[in-house]
Nanobody, 116 residues
């Protein structure tokens, strides 16, 4: 059974940094593309960043371009999201997902709250 688990969220002041981590049991990260998504209260879920199976290519949403960076350590089966220069509008539940043609496996999320 696949289990995806995010960690690293918390409360941070605007301008601060956090690093989210995602690990999984039951699947090998080298076999899947991975992504980070977020959902704020009352808003739709949005894609933040994704990375290829090998980790060689990545996409970052315009809203976080230059501030967030995704990375993947296949040997450790861990996905990261480094978040710098955080803004109050980054406040959301952040989810990690893995998949091939679509994202099939999702974690329960980790809350990120950015205060003024």
């Amino acid at each position: 059974q696949v289990q995806v688990v995010e960690s690293g969220g918390g409360l941070v002041q605007a301008g601060g940094s956090l690093r989210l981590s995602c690990t999984a049991s039951g699947l090998s990260f080298e076999d899947y593309a991975m992504g980070w998504f977020r959902q704020a209260p009352g808003k739709e879920r949005e894609g933040v960043s994704c990375i290829s199976r090998s980790g060689g290519s990545a996409y970052v949403a315009d809203s976080v371009e230059g501030r967030f960076a995704i990375s993947k350590d296949n040997a450790k089966n861990t996905l990261y999201l480094q978040m710098n220069s955080l803004k109050p509008e980054d406040t959301a539940m952040y989810y990690c997902a893995a998949g091939s043609h679509e994202y099939n496996y999702w974690g329960q999320g980790t809350q990120v709250t950015v205060s003024n």
